[in-house]
């Protein structure tokens, strides 16, 4: 049993108030999401990556298709007692306290007041709230939201959860925190499905990725299928280099791109057929000195690009 | 009912601290204030003012609570995306509507209970001053509970209107309805004033159909101590429940379907 599935998911908008016209926000997604892994939903803004967690969670409804998590349509209410969801730039009630915030969430899910206690200060020390917990939420800033929401997806120990662009509005220590905290719930088991542009991130925690580009499926897989992480070439970081020399250096074939990062330092792009010991030992004659050797991958980043720019961009129906 | 318990406390506990219930210390200057100046003006020669002040201010800081806070119950929840998580919990959407709905009836019924134990205490007072004027009547607790129940249809106008339309146009459906309401008997009485029978078929369909608050106001009945039939006040309470349970059934349809785009 797959932890999501969607099958032909599709969301169409009228949009237009005097002459409404059809909008495809989201067309014809087939996804399996397995239980166990953390799965990447990527995309460039408006890909309709909010849209397909929408129809998970059951807040929009499906022009067409269908879409189950943990064998069980979406439309289950008893299904949303084991799925935990951050939604995108999430806002809360302003005069209640995080941990109010969170007692009550327990409170919806049928839990007595004293476990409702307990799991709002386990959540709370978890993704870091202090003592702010006990201010009122309209005083958090964005970062601290995004926090106590990621906490109340988690109240009920979920065994699927969706956040939509969970890292939004977080500082860097904040993203580490939370790339930690996600790599813990896979190891207890939980299937983690998070949305995202940021494709650090990604890489950082995903087994495989989805990319949306269009409101259209463009790719899903393994990163390691997706993108080639063979070497395709040499980074070279010199000092000491003058203009002439690197001029030379690209005359001769043995740089393919050079780039001043200062200080008198070049980063050059050495073309794979180039040994980079023989640049080198070239580049020192003519008074170089290394800074860094690093083999050049084709990033995900690369795959990405490439994948939403061939995407079709009408996306009107005729 | 246990998830709308939760949801109503929640409405219950926002509502008060975002301090809906400053305007309980307005209605209890008005009050003090205005029965200072009529023991000052009339010598006591009529405690009934202070009664129709009273009741007259219960009902309209009641209607300020029903329709602000009511026109903004599900909207602002939709506006600032709370609703999006909470309705990825094990909570059904009729389920948040009547909770909400639950919870704005008990903000409304604890201001009412406060200001109605002030009134009380006002006529208490004048009682001491006036002895034999009947200041503390207990009939007058028939007037606010029919009052209580307009409030009720109010709120449930406001949601209904607000699980669909923007603040600003519910506040003036909800108004609008409200005074159309308070002068319901002339539509049923317009064939005496119109020549054309459709026009005069048209006031009368929507007699039956517009809810007919003139039937919640008996506050002259009680100032006056004139007597109301109990099957009155049974059938009155019967229309509002009925009214209320069908325009809660309305926001609960309309809900299910919205998308939260």
Excluded at chain 1, 161 to 177: A, K, N, Q, T
Excluded at chain 2, 50 to 59: C, F, N, P, S, V
């Amino acid at each position: 049993m797959d932890a999501i599935r969607t099958e032909g998911l599709t969301k169409h908008y009228r949009v237009g108030f005097w002459r409404p016209r059809p909008y495809v926000a989201l067309e014809g997604l087939t996804l399996e999401v397995r239980q166990g892994e953390v799965f990447g939903f990527l995309g460039p803004n408006g890909a309709g990556k909010t849209t397909t967690l929408k129809l998970l969670m059951q807040l929009i409804y499906p022009t067409s298709g269908h879409a189950e998590i943990l064998g069980r349509p979406v439309g289950d209410a008893a299904v949303r007692r084991r799925v935990g969801y951050l939604p995108e730039n999430p806002s809360f009630y302003d005069y209640l306290t995080a941990e109010e915030l969170l007692e009550y969430v327990g409170a919806l899910f049928g839990y007595g007041p004293s476990a409702r206690r307990a799991r709002a200060a386990r959540l709370l020390d978890e993704v870091g709230i202090g003592a702010e917990r006990r201010l009122h939420l309209r005083k958090f800033s964005k970062g601290m939201l995004q926090r106590v929401g990621i906490a109340q997806a988690l109240v009920n120990d979920p065994e699927v959860i969706v956040f939509d662009e969970p890292m939004s509005g977080l500082d860097p220590l904040g993203r580490r925190e939370i790339r930690e905290l996600v790599l813990r719930l896979r190891d207890r088991g939980c299937t983690v499905f998070f949305s995202s542009h940021v494709l650090a991130d990604a890489e950082a925690l995903c087994s495989r990725v989805a990319i949306v580009a269009g409101g259209r499926l463009a790719a899903v897989g393994q990163l390691a299928d997706l993108v080639a992480f063979q070497v395709r070439g040499w980074e070279l970081v010199v000092a000491g280099l003058g203009p002439e020399a690197v001029e030379r250096a690209k005359g001769a074939g043995l740089v393919m791109r050079a780039t001043a990062v200062g200080d008198g330092r070049y980063a050059l792009e050495l073309p794979l057929s180039v040994a980079p010991e023989r640049a080198l030992a070239e580049l020192t004659t003519g008074g170089a000195r290394l800074v860094s050797l690093n083999p050049l991958r084709e990033t995900l980043e690369d795959f990405f690009v490439r994948q939403v720019g061939a995407a079709p961009r009408d996306r009107g129906l005729d | 009912m246990r998830v709308i318990g939760h949801v109503a406390v929640n409405v219950f506990k926002e509502s008060v601290r975002d301090r809906v219930l400053y305007n309980l210390v307005a209605f209890a200057a008005l009050l003090i204030g205005a029965s200072y100046l009529i023991g000052q003006l009339t010598a006591g020669q009529d405690v009934k003012i202070i009664k129709d002040l009273g009741l007259a201010a219960i009902a309209t800081f009641g209607l300020l609570i029903a329709v602000f806070i009511g026109i903004g119950l599900v909207w602002n929840e939709v506006e600032r995306r709370s609703i999006y998580s909470l309705l990825s919990k094990p909570i059904r959407r009729y389920e948040f509507i009547l909770g909400k709905y639950a919870g704005l009836a008990l903000t409304l019924l604890v201001n009412v209970a406060i200001m109605t134990a002030a009134f009380y205490a006002v006529l208490a007072y004048l009682a001491t001053q006036f002895p034999g004027s009947g200041a503390v009547d207990p009939g007058l607790l028939r007037a606010v509970a029919l009052i209580v129940l307009e409030l009720l249809l109010v709120t449930a106008i406001a949601l209904f209107f607000s699980t669909f339309s923007s603040p600003f146009l519910s506040a003036a459906l909800t108004f609008g309805l409200w005074v159309i309401g308070h002068f319901n008997a002339d539509l049923r009485n317009f064939e005496a004033v119109v020549q054309s029978p459709a026009a005069a078929r048209l006031a009368r369909g929507l007699y039956y159909v517009l809810p007919n608050f003139a039937a919640f106001d008996i506050k002259t009945q009680a100032v006056q101590a004139l007597p109301v039939p109990g099957s009155y006040l049974v059938a009155t309470a019967l229309y509002g429940v009925v009214y209320i349970a069908l325009l809660l059934a309305g926001a609960v349809m309309v809900f299910a379907r919205r998308d939260f785009k």
